[in-house]
């Protein structure tokens, strides 16, 4: 595997790790947002974190984190989190207030700060707000941050796509998502998906921060609506057909 590290945004810095053992080869990215309380989204696999913490180093010392952050608890999103806490003494996990009940009080080292829907964590210089997105793309507790000065929305698994892709691009991502839900079926469909896309759609975000795949830069409410219908397309061919 391999670790680099590029600017996607304006302090905003995407660390992602390439693995070809997936075929297609997939990309696992964490985002560092550098403001006067660095914040990191996503933790990384416990295995990847000496290649993510070594990346990290060459912009922000692993000692200044304040704020570990990520959208659900899995392991590529949350399994070096006690790492990142032992490296950091002031860092706190700051996550949705299901993800702190169901997990977080008990598998973080330190108390976790619960942040409410709609709650703004201002890291000085930058402010991220936390959205929560139950089951989208899948799990109870899921929810994203959207970093405000920057427009960026840190997608989580949204958008997830193969491939050994540059660091940001400006060409099509629904495609190469589409592609990839095709893969891996790891999207929830409820009733609730597409709508909840579409109120991310409503940011107009002007970079979305993948986590797995390539940043978009560009029109991401148009990216994000098409991907709602997708979505909503899929759930209504799944329904039974009323006699």
């Known amino acids: 595997m391999t670790t680099r590290i590029d600017e996607i945004a304006s302090d905003i810095y995407r660390i992602s790790t390439y693995t070809d053992d997936i075929p297609g080869g997939f990309t696992f990215n964490q985002f560092l947002i ?10 990384g696999l416990r295995a990847t974190f000496p290649l993510v913490s070594e990346a990290l180093e060459r912009v922000c010392p692993v000692d200044q984190i304040r704020w570990v952050s990520f959208g659900h608890w899995e392991a590529d999103e949350a399994g070096a989190m006690n790492l990142w ?20 009080g008990d598998q973080a080292d330190r108390p976790p700060r619960v942040l409410g829907d709609g709650e703004v964590l201002d890291l000085g210089g930058k402010r991220v707000r936390w959205i929560d997105t139950p089951h989208v793309p899948h799990g109870w507790d899921a929810g994203l941050l959207y970093e405000e000065t920057t427009e960026t929305l840190f997608c989580g698994d949204l958008m997830s796509h193969l491939g050994k892709v540059e660091p940001l691009t400006e060409h099509d991502v629904l495609d190469p998502a589409i592609t990839a839900e095709d893969t891996f079926h790891s999207t929830s469909l409820t009733p609730l998906t597409a709508p909840t896309i579409r109120m991310l759609a409503d940011l107009n ?20 609506r098409s991907l709602a219908d997708e979505y909503e397309g899929r759930l209504r061919a799944a329904m039974p057909v009323a006699s």
């Open 34 to 43: 550098r403001g006067e309380q660095p914040l990191l989204f996503h933790t």
């Open 85 to 104: 806490l032992q490296h950091a003494p002031a860092a706190e996990v700051a996550v949705g207030t299901l993800g702190v009940m169901i997990s977080g």
């Open 205 to 224: 975000p002007a970079t979305l921060a993948i986590m797995h795949g390539a940043s978009y830069r560009g029109d991401g409410a148009t990216a994000l």
